[in-house]
């Protein structure tokens, strides 16, 4: 059954939940047309997690938004998680939904999981979207040791603090120019509840992911993104995606963090649609947009 003629496509907006031995995934419908594509976000985040580019995909896609387990209306077992985990939990989703094949969008930790699914099911995803994300190392550039940091921090005592951590998500001309997105980003967190186990978890499976399987092994279509001030996972790995990648290319923004399609929502919604309607080239944003360099498809 292929994701465009799949024959259970509402009620759009209900909460369904797939099995993945014994761990429940919640995942959520959107849009009533056009391709499949399945968003799977980062830490502390979940379906709720990609405001203005979601609203602008489900105009023109059907969007299939899951939790990773530990977030949200997910499951949140005792961890820590493994990258491998979470992929396995996005196939259960596929496998609950019916959906043989589809685009695939992940975000930061998100995009490791879209990637290693990439790597052990390559049938299942027709195009690939990483957002601020890394294969980890050897294949990656190594996290910044602040960010290395603050995921293996003991925070069983003192969690870190949400408005900290989504200020530094942000570029720095972000935080001073758009107070409200800060605000915004806080009430998004509090709509999806987490443990401090389950965040620790989470972090564990970012912190520790390496991709074992080559990049050049991997030959499913991949736009790369980053922010250009990204301060959380290092922009190299962007680039280090689109050339190791046979069939990939890589796109920076700016002005624009880790949470860059929080801050770009339109420009980079308009180029994930090019990029996953097949067209052969993402083209440069207006001026005006200040997006950064493309790395062509070769």
């Known amino acids: 059954m292929s994701g465009a003629e799949h024959q259970d496509d509402g009620p759009v907006g209900r909460v369904r939940r797939a099995d993945n031995a014994g761990v429940s995934i919640a995942y959520e419908l959107r849009g009533d047309r056009g391709p499949w594509t399945l968003l799977v976000h980062g830490l502390g ?6 405001g203005a ?8 896609r059907r969007l299939v938004l899951v939790d990773n387990r530990g ?25 609950h939904f019916g959906l043989d094949r589809c685009d695939v ?7 490791m999981v879209a990637l290693q699914l990439a790597a052990d099911q390559p049938s299942r995803v027709k195009r690939l979207v990483l957002i601020a994300s890394t294969p980890g190392e050897p294949q990656g550039a190594p996290l910044p040791g602040a960010t290395t940091a ?14 900290r951590l989504i200020e530094g998500a942000l570029a720095p001309e972000t935080v ?8 915004r980003l806080l009430e998004v967190r509090a709509a999806q509840p987490q443990t401090v186990a389950a965040w620790r978890a989470q972090a564990a499976a970012s912190v520790s992911f390496s991709l074992r399987a080559p990049l050049a092994s991997i030959e499913v279509p991949t736009l790369a ?3 250009l001030a990204d301060a959380v996972i290092d922009p190299m790995n962007t680039m280090r995606l689109a050339f190791a990648m046979p069939r990939a290319r890589a796109l920076y923004v700016s002005p624009a963090g880790h949470l860059c399609f929080w801050e770009q929502p339109e420009l980079l919604a308009d180029a994930t649609e090019r990029f996953c309607d097949g067209e052969g080239t ?4 207006p001026a005006a947009s200040r997006s950064g360099a493309e790395v062509p498809e070769r």
Do not use: K, M, T
């Open 45 to 50: 985040y979940g379906r709720l997690g990609w």
């Open 53 to 60: 580019f979601a609203d602008r995909l489900a105009v023109r």
């Open 71 to 95: 977030i949200g209306a997910s499951d949140q077992p005792v961890g820590p998680y493994r990258v491998e985990d979470l992929a396995d939990d996005v196939r259960a989703v596929l496998d």
């Open 105 to 111: 969008i992940g975000a930061s930790l998100g995009g």
């Open 150 to 163: 603050l995921l293996r921090r003991d925070h069983r005592r003192v969690p870190p603090s949400p408005r």
């Open 176 to 183: 001073r120019r758009r107070p409200g997105l800060v605000d």
């Open 225 to 227: 993104v980053a922010g």
């Open 282 to 285: 993402v083209h440069r944003a």
